[in-house]
């Protein structure tokens, strides 16, 4: 699904995981109030999909920590946990980080700035994961 369109394809991401999810998975995706278009319709159908098979759902906020301050009533802070992430885990999320190589460096055409900076890759590379239950 390209970029901005998650929410007009909506259908096609409900039946992608109704299709792909089984009675015993994990589910981790992006929260549905995160900020971001797609990742706040990847969050809701995520969620409606999993509560429908009674499976196991985290939310991952991502640009949360871009605009939320301690205490910000619009987050959940008491169903925010950390998980432990395996070594082959965070090496999966920086091939996936590495996919979207247009949003990784500066464009010297236009002076603009990479949109995922180097502070946040970092913090998507950290050996743990900040969830949402």
Not at 103 to 123: C, F, N, V
Request: aromatic share 6%.
């Amino acid at each position: 699904i390209p970029d901005g369109s998650v929410n007009k394809a909506r259908h096609l991401l409900r039946a992608a995981l109704e299709a792909l999810l089984r009675p015993h998975d994990v589910v981790f995706a992006t929260w549905q109030f995160d900020g971001h278009p797609d990742h706040d319709v990847v969050g809701r159908v995520t969620n409606e999909v999993c509560a429908r098979a009674d499976i196991s759902h985290y939310q991952l906020p991502v640009w949360m920590w871009h605009w939320a301050t301690p205490g910000d009533h619009r987050v959940p802070w008491d169903r925010l946990s950390a998980v432990a992430l395996s070594v082959p885990v965070v090496e999966m999320k920086r091939r996936a980080l590495s996919a979207h190589a247009s949003q990784l460096s500066d464009d010297p055409s236009t002076g603009k700035e990479a949109i995922i900076p180097s502070t946040m890759r970092d913090r998507l590379n950290r050996r743990w994961e900040a969830v949402i239950q």
